[in-house]
């Protein structure tokens, strides 16, 4: 068989048909980049995604701020610019910062954001849905060759009507052409609709009904969560800053009790030199202010390290100079303690009513009660009503003329008999199980709150007994040094017992500093263990 010479191959057809199948990628590919850009679907998602928090967000859970997920984590410079110029951090400056830049506090605005936007894919499949897709095919065979171009287009969507009727509706436009040979165009649509209601049974949209259910309020739960988070961690981050301003005071005092030592020492040893006191007074002197300048500088260590700590919880970094603002502790000197505006049965009462975690463990017994009862409507035969139709338009290139006429229409009944029934078997004693399960977890969370409010309460008492206590015993340390000095002064007291005051001293100021943080702290947890507590848009709470 001889080849043919070069100017009998069909290359023009080939360049022809290659052309065309180059012309049709390069529309489709066209089609495909004139879509949305990356943003619009960020920002589609964001709208969507935070009109569900806003439609679910009540009023009592708090104010809906500071609950918006962070584009970027900003880098040193930006977290540098957030200190003061002053450098010195009030409270109100580090709940804000914290609030808005804390790692931990971002992990829970992003797990709220994205179960809400779990909810929209759940929604979506009731939702009216837009489909749309374009090809094309180069066929080579001893027949011939030939190019393939279609495309298809329609929308469908499916209904949840009252407790499980499903109703799914779709219409589908198709195009095909053949570009080579004998051109031929079809165009036509087809319209579908079926309609399946349970009669007997947990069947038809049964199913998809409690699933839906359950997705709207796992984002109710979820939101309730975030805000009894939101009253923990203001709670903490106050704690913290308390915590690492007691450092700072007890460097002060430490490094007061430090000079009082190098004064005492001091005259000791002009007494001693003059030979009015015994060396070994001097020796046992000296011995103690070196243990009292270690003393200094691991407490300003210590200090130093929770200050770190403390600038990472807050995402600052650690070579930025920041200091906390003494004045906080001051002004918490000044306030002193106060005594519950709460009896202990009022406290209960209102938490039982107001804690958002006893709240979801109540919705979660009424959850494990829908299922339990779909479950058991899943026992035995099951029997649907099903209604379908199918309508496809006129050949050729007619699609806007339905043949309703000519359409499929059906309706009739699905039935299962339950002959086998082990699966639904299980799942309704599971389901069984769980309720019993969830029933006796809200009765442990029932009283368990109100053991967190019992305690809470005895806290505060006992914190601001402590600190009074705290303050007779530091009038008594600071007579006691007093007493000790003017004794050795006169010959009558030793230097072992004024040190040993003037550790008592050091130790009894550290303990009432201490007193007084741990009953401002025992007030904020009671407040926040009642439900009382609300977060407010600065960060602050109120």
Not at 73 to 95: F, G, Q
Not at 122 to 138: E, I, L, N, S
Not at 250 to 274: F, K, P, W
Not at 419 to 439: C, F, H, P, S, V
């Amino acid at each position: 068989m001889k080849c043919a010479p070069p100017s009998d191959r069909p290359r023009y057809g080939n360049q022809r048909v290659m052309r065309s199948l180059c012309a049709l990628c390069a529309f489709a590919l066209l089609g495909a980049l004139a879509g949305c850009s990356r943003e619009h679907y960020k920002e589609d998602a964001d709208r969507e995604t935070y009109g569900i928090l806003e439609d679910k967000w009540q009023d009592d859970f708090g104010p809906m701020v500071n609950y918006r997920v962070s584009e970027t984590a900003p880098n040193d410079v930006e977290m540098a610019a957030e200190v003061p110029s002053t450098s010195v951090l009030n409270l109100a400056d580090a709940i804000r910062i914290a609030t808005e830049y804390s790692r931990e506090y971002q992990s829970q605005k992003e797990a709220l954001y994205l179960s809400a936007l779990a909810l929209t894919a759940v929604r979506h499949q009731y939702a009216r849905q837009w489909f749309g897709t374009v090809d094309a095919f180069y066929d080579s065979s001893e027949a011939g060759e030939d190019i393939t171009a279609g495309a298809s287009a329609g929308v469908n969507q499916n209904h949840l009507i009252g407790d499980g009727i499903l109703v799914g509706t779709g219409l589908a436009i198709d195009w095909a052409r053949f570009l080579t040979g004998d051109p031929e165009t079809t165009l036509a649509s087809v319209l579908t609709a079926t309609v399946t209601a349970p009669l007997i049974g947990a069947g038809a949209g049964k199913t998809a009904r409690e699933d839906l259910t359950q997705a709207e309020r796992n984002v109710l739960y979820r939101i309730r969560t975030f805000n009894r988070y939101r009253k923990t961690f203001v709670t903490s981050i106050i704690d913290d800053y308390y915590r690492v301003l007691l450092e700072r005071a007890r460097v002060g005092i430490t490094e007061a009790s430090y000079q009082r030592r190098v004064d005492s020492t001091n005259q000791l040893r002009m007494e001693v030199e003059v030979g009015q006191r015994p060396a070994y007074d001097l020796g046992e002197a000296e011995q103690d202010l070196l243990r009292a300048e270690n003393s200094v500088v691991t407490t300003r260590q210590r200090y130093e390290q929770a200050l770190d700590n403390f600038k990472i919880r807050l995402s600052i970094p650690t070579q930025v100079q920041v200091e906390l603002d003494p004045s906080e502790l001051t002004a918490l000197q000044k306030l002193g303690i106060s005594k519950p505006e709460y009896t202990e049965e009022d406290a209960i009462t209102i938490a039982l009513v107001r804690r958002l975690d006893l709240a979801n463990t109540r919705d979660e017994v009424d959850d494990a009660e829908r299922r339990l009862v779909l479950a058991a409507e899943g026992l035995g035969p099951q029997m649907n009503l099903v209604a379908s139709a199918n309508v496809e338009s006129t050949p050729e290139t007619e699609f806007l003329r339905l043949r309703f006429h000519e359409g499929r229409y059906r309706l009739g009944l699905e039935t299962d008999l339950g002959l086998d029934q082990k699966a639904e078997r299980n799942a309704y004693r599971r389901a069984l199980i769980t309720a019993q399960q969830t029933q006796r977890n809200y009765d442990e969370e029932w009283e368990r709150v109100k053991l967190d409010v019992r305690q809470a309460y005895r806290d505060l008492l006992e914190t601001a007994e402590t600190y009074r206590i705290q303050q007779i015993g530091l009038e008594l340390a600071e007579k006691r040094v007093e007493v000790e000095k003017l004794s050795l002064q006169y010959g009558r007291g030793t230097v072992r017992l004024l040190l040993e005051a003037e550790d008592s001293l050091v130790q009894t100021q550290n303990d009432v500093l201490s007193a007084l943080v741990d009953h401002m702290l025992a007030k904020m947890s009671f407040f926040r263990d009642i439900g009382v507590m609300q977060v407010r848009p600065d960060g602050m709470w109120e």
